[in-house]
Nanobody, 127 residues
Framework: QAQLIESGGGLVQAGASLRLSCAASELTFSNYAMGWFRQAPGKEREFVAGISWSGLNTRYADSVKGRLTISRDNAKNMVFLQMNSLKPEDTAIYYC????????????????????WGQGTQVTVSS
């Protein structure tokens, strides 16, 4: 069974940076597009950023463009989310997800097309 484990969350002040990591195991990592989603208290889970299997294509939610950067290391089976200029509205549980793409170099943005999910890591940004 594939497993995704997130790390790197924490409590920071507004304007600070965090780097989230997601380690994947028991799957052929380069067969999967990867994504980061988040869920704030009382809100539905939403797409944050996605990256194609090759790393060449990325997409971001409008609310995070220019501040968050997704990247991946296929040799290490890891995906990252560099978060800069954090705002209180970024407070949420952040989830890593993997979606099988069968070689297509696409970015997945819809929750329903992702096959595996991590347990989440909490990010709290104080004002």
């Amino acid at each position: 069974q594939a497993q995704l484990i997130e790390s790197g969350g924490g409590l920071v002040q507004a304007g600070a940076s965090l780097r989230l990591s997601c380690a994947a195991s028991e799957l052929t990592f380069s067969n999967y597009a990867m994504g980061w989603f988040r869920q704030a208290p009382g809100k539905e889970r939403e797409f944050v950023a996605g990256i194609s299997w090759s790393g060449l294509n990325t997409r971001y939610a409008d609310s995070v463009k220019g501040r968050l950067t997704i990247s991946r290391d296929n040799a290490k089976n890891m995906v990252f989310l560099q978060m800069n200029s954090l705002k209180p509205e970024d407070t949420a549980i952040y989830y890593c997800a993997a979606g099988r793409v069968r070689g297509a170099n696409v970015v997945l943005t819809a929750e329903r097309v992702y096959d595996y999910w991590g347990q989440g890591t909490q990010v709290t940004v104080s004002s």
